[in-house]
């Protein structure tokens, strides 16, 4: 239980650490690619196939933290985001888009390992406690909510020539202090039992995951789309400036994790369908609020409603994935269905890149209502005592 606790804090420490440069990233990656790409349909591709690489690495991924251990890939996906951030400011430097590009997907490629602290911390530890496990993991989030939009505020001009470049300097050393924390996790590999591993799909047809991935999926995919295109309208278009962008983003991101201290004992008490209501509804009002009015208050408002939603949905069907596979078959399942969500992101990101350019912010954002109601309708028509991971 002691080894279960520190493993729970040491992966909350990276959390957030790797949240961090992930969040520099998603508050730049759009301006950067503004600056860099010759269409600006294309400032958030990077992005997107950021998204593409987390979808396509994910199942690989797990299938080799299945044979080596959760650790080697997490201090690999530590190194890769380092090497990337100091790709993206070298593309900063010689403004050259394929550059950014390449360094984008490095950061993809260690968002996947990154993607499975949240499993790994609820590996070892009874049911009932995987709730818990899975959301203070996520509560680490934090860390980067006060210093990721912090680093964009005060470094993204630090070279006049040169904008964007030390902010994604600061976002490689962050990971440097990342390695050196994962160091110290210890995982237990799963003892081979002699049980019949149940096909995949009889795992993944079950009602009760099929909610569970579309909750996630809907969840995350929405808040890549809306976080995506935020900075864009802030900066670009409401010429609010850099400082705005990054105090909206930084609210929505303590929106994202804050609840996690909490979420799982929600979950115990009134479980995952009610959870997972909630954060659909929270992702109505954000979508109003986003309509509504375009000054700071109304962003402000509309992203943090969004955090919100993105926990209660994320994390209700992160802990239905969790609890649906036996400890031989979390590899397959796990990478399957975060591959599905990243497939759900990446499609996101790109998306908003070419609606804000081409239909603008408001019709962007009534397109989020469609992947909302048909979540709505799925939870609704679903018997309650369906939705119980078993």
């Not at 630090?158 to 904008?163: L, N, Q, S, W």
């Not at 990243?342 to 992947?371: C, D, K, Q, R």
């Amino acid at each position: 239980m002691e080894i279960d606790r520190r493993n729970i804090l040491i992966l909350s420490i990276a959390q957030g650490l790797s949240i961090t440069t992930t969040n520099i990233n998603m508050i730049n990656t759009g301006l950067v690619g503004s600056i860099l790409a010759k269409d600006p349909s294309y400032a958030t591709l990077p992005l997107s196939l950021q998204f593409l690489t987390i979808a396509i690495t994910l199942i690989p991924v797990s299938l080799l933290m299945g044979k080596i251990g959760r650790r080697p890939m997490f201090l690999v996906g530590a190194m890769a985001a380092f090497t990337g951030c100091l790709i993206i400011a070298c593309s900063i430097f010689y403004k050259v888009f394929s550059l950014f590009i390449f360094g984008s997907i490095l950061l993809g490629f260690s968002q996947a390992n990154q993607q499975f602290y949240r499993y790994a911390a609820a590996d070892n530890i009874t049911t009932k406690l995987k709730s818990k496990a899975i959301s203070l993991v996520l509560a680490g989030g934090l860390i980067a909510a006060i210093v990721g939009p912090e680093v964009s505020r005060y470094s993204f001009d630090f070279f006049p020539d040169y904008i964007y470049l030390a902010t994604y300097l600061c976002a490689a050393l962050i990971q440097i202090f990342n390695f050196g924390i994962l160091i110290f996790v210890e995982i237990k590999k799963p003892n081979p039992l002699k049980v019949s591993i149940r096909p995949l799909s009889k795992i993944l047809m079950r009602k009760t995951v099929i909610i569970a991935i579309l909750a996630a999926s809907v969840g995350y995919s929405l808040m890549s789309f809306i976080m995506t295109a935020t900075p864009l309208q802030i900066v670009n278009v409401c010429k609010l400036g850099d400082s705005a962008s990054a105090t909206v983003i930084q609210w929505h991101v303590i929106a994202m994790f804050a609840p996690s201290f909490f979420t799982g004992s929600i979950i115990n008490l009134l479980g995952n369908r009610k959870v997972m209501m909630m954060g659909v509804m929270l992702y109505v009002m954000s979508i109003c609020f986003g309509i509504m009015g375009q000054t700071i208050q109304y962003f402000w408002i509309s992203l943090f409603l969004c955090g919100l939603g993105w926990n209660f949905l994320y994390v209700g069907g992160s802990d239905i994935i969790a609890k649906s596979a036996l400890p031989e078959e979390r590899a397959k399942v796990q990478g399957v269905t975060d591959f599905i969500i990243f497939i759900f992101v990446a499609s996101g990101s790109f998306l908003a890149g070419s609606l804000h350019s081409n239909l603008g912010w408001e019709i962007m954002m009534l397109y989020t209502s469609i992947p909302i109601f048909i979540l709505f309708l799925s939870i609704v028509l679903i018997n309650p005592r369906e939705i119980k991971p078993t």
